[in-house]
Structure formats: structure tokens, C-alpha cells
């Protein structure tokens, strides 16, 4: 139940930023913007709030794509939809490392994390 409510609550932030015009341009992950793509992470959500929770494998897909450009990944982790759907950007960035993600981007420094 906990699952579907972050799922609806994350659909929502997403439909608001889009609304609200925040996807245009191009940037980190090209013409979409971080708040469009972190949609995609919504099989993480509970990974990204409990650093012992263990990430589904449709989540470590999610991220081992998105992963292939580490700056996007990166700003989708600390966009404003993942902040307002809870996330803690300090969590979020240990999910390739417990996806046990081969070519992830080690070293890599996602904003002051």
C-alpha cells in the first residue's frame, strides 16, 4: 500500500512540473528535463528513502539506463520532483552501488553527496 501511495504521490510532483512548464529546453538528460525523467525512477522510491532497503530489479534496469549519463542521473536524483516526493538525495545516489551496477560511475559526485 506504502508502495502505491509514493507511485501516485511521484505521478503527481511529475504531472505539477510538467504543468508548471519546468520540461522545456535542453539539458543534462537532453530536451527532457530531470523532474520528466525522475518518473521513470518510480520503482525506486523506497530505495531512495531507506538506504537498507533493498532496490527492485526494475528499479536497478531504471537506474543502469539512466545510468549510462551519470550527469543525468545525477540531476533527476536531486530534481525538484524527487525532493518533494521525499527523497533523500544522500540515499539515492547509493542505489547503483546496491544495484550492484558493474560500469557505474564510480567517484562520480552528484552535487555535494
Not at 511529475?14 to 523532474?35: L, M, Q, R, W, Y
Request: aromatic share 4%.
Amino acid at each position: 500500500m506504502m508502495k502505491c501511495i509514493w507511485v501516485v504521490a511521484f505521478a503527481l510532483f511529475v504531472g505539477i512540473a510538467c504543468f508548471n512548464g519546468v520540461a522545456n529546453g535542453a539539458g543534462e538528460c537532453g530536451k527532457a528535463s530531470p523532474d520528466s525523467e525522475a518518473m521513470k525512477l518510480a520503482p525506486c522510491a523506497s530505495a531512495a528513502t531507506d538506504d537498507s532497503a533493498t532496490p527492485s530489479s526494475g528499479c536497478c534496469a531504471q537506474v543502469k539506463k539512466m545510468g549510462q549519463n551519470p550527469s543525468c542521473l545525477c540531476a533527476v536524483m536531486l530534481s525538484n520532483t524527487a525532493k518533494m516526493s521525499g527523497i533523500k538525495p544522500e540515499t539515492a545516489i547509493t542505489i547503483p552501488k546496491r544495484c550492484n551496477l558493474a560500469d557505474r560511475p564510480i567517484g562520480y559526485k552528484c552535487g555535494g553527496n
